[in-house]
């Protein structure tokens, strides 16, 4: 079992920035692909980005392309989102996901708990 834990949420202004971050706590994440989706009030869960176990390997949603950048820092166990250029129609509850296989999908192994990032205008 895997238990996740995502923090840097938060209530910014479109143009700002924010970088989440995802950790499994005493344990590396070094075998799992990651991932990250976000689900808005009254739509479905939707996947933003996800990373392999090696360098050169992530895909991002279009949405998203240009402004966020997933990344691992194995060594730390840790896993992040570095989310720029935020716009009002990034606001959702964030999940962090981990998985055997790449890319992580909705239906991945593990999940966080979520961290809500609130863009206003």
């Known amino acids: 079992q895997v238990q996740l834990v995502e923090a840097g949420g938060g209530s910014v202004e479109a143009g700002d920035s924010l970088r989440l971050s995802c950790a499994a706590p005493?344990?590396?994440?070094?075998?799992?692909?990651m991932g990250w989706f976000r689900q808005a009030p009254g739509k479905e869960r939707e996947f933003v980005a996800s990373?392999?176990?090696?360098?050169?390997?992530?895909v991002y949603a279009d949405s998203v392309k240009g402004r966020f950048t997933i990344s691992r820092d194995n060594a730390k166990i840790t896993v992040y989102l570095q989310m720029n250029s935020l716009k009002p129609e990034d606001t959702a509850v964030y999940y962090c996901?981990?998985?055997?296989?790449?890319?992580?999908?909705?239906?991945?192994?593990?999940w966080g708990q979520g961290t809500q990032v609130t863009v206003s205008s």
């Open positions: 005493g344990r590396s994440l070094s075998g799992y692909a």
């Open positions: 996901a981990a998985d055997h296989y790449w890319p992580v999908s909705a239906t991945s192994d593990y």
């Open positions: 990373i392999g176990r090696s360098a050169g390997s992530d």
